[in-house]
Structures are given as C-alpha cells and as structure tokens.
C-alpha cells in the first residue's frame, strides 16, 4: 500500500516520465520525414521503409505528409507508406522482398543507415538488389541525429527509482542514447 509520502515521491517524477516520449525533439527528425516525403509522397512514389522503429517510421512520415498536405487521412492514410524488416539477404528473400514491393505499388525503397531496428541492415538487401538491376540510387540525406532513452532508465523513471532529483539528473545523463542516421532512396526498377 502507497503513503502519501510515496504518492508525492512518484510525482516528483512525471515531467522526467513525460520527457522519455519526447527525448528526440521535432526539430531532430521533422527534416528526415520531409527528405523521405520530397522524394516520395509529394511527387506520387509510395515509400517502403526498412527497419523503421519508433522514432522513424510510416506513422510519422504519413502524419507528416497529411498535416502538411490539406488531404484527409480518410483519403488511405495506411496504405501510401508501408514498412519492413530488412530480410536475410539470400536470393528467395531478395526475390520475394521485390515481387512484395511491386505488389504493394511501391516506387521508393528507404534504407536507414544507424537504425536500431532488425537482425540485417538496410545495405545488405540493397547491395544485391543494386548489383540485379532492382534497384537504382535516388538521393541520400545529410546524417542527423536521434536520441533515446536506455531501457533502464525508462524503468526507473516509472517505477519512480530515485531517491532525489540529484540521483535522477546522474541517471539522466548517463541513460541518453544518441544514434546518428542517414537515409538512402532507392527507386524500384520496372520489369
């Protein structure tokens, strides 16, 4: 059972809960979504992005698209981007990776240098779908720079893991990641 001692104690630590969702500001990735959608959505080309994760991702790029487009996202918010997972890079997986991406109506396939998502980097798919024919470079982004915070600290954060706020401002420095990431766009060769 919590005191109000402990209730108090828990709350001294909501804006450093409320901080951890907002750890990359708008400003960091706001410029990324709008390389992807220069290049994409704003000219009619369908994005697929590999290894997308929470703080890069189709949500984001189609929120981005629709607040600054005047469409309405009843207009098929979900299916202008989609998603995935860079797979195994064997010559099945290539072979599928290629036939989903024509299926789905896909024009530019975004590659996420530094991204922490996925067992196989974005490179080792687009390597060989390069050297095939499948692919052909549009443009690269500037490297930017995105940040997280650790899981650990996250779960101390919420369990309210600290003694005072001198403890928490240590924790707080040492439980922000920092990853430095750039974008790549390949366009999808028509067979």
Known sequence: CLTAGDVVHRFSFLPAAQDMIYACPPANILPAYRFVLDHTLDIGLKPCILNSWHRF???GLLWEYHSGSGISSEDGLYRLAVTGLAPKPTPENLDGL???LREQGVGVLVS???SPAGDYTGWQVV???LARGDLEWVASSEPFTVVAWTDAYGERVLAGDF???EELDVARRKGLEEYSVQLHLYALVSR
């Open 57 to 59: 991702n189709s949500y």
């Open 98 to 100: 290629t036939l989903k």
């Open 112 to 114: 996420i240098d530094g």
């Open 127 to 129: 390597e060989p779908l």
């Open 163 to 165: 003694r005072d706020r």
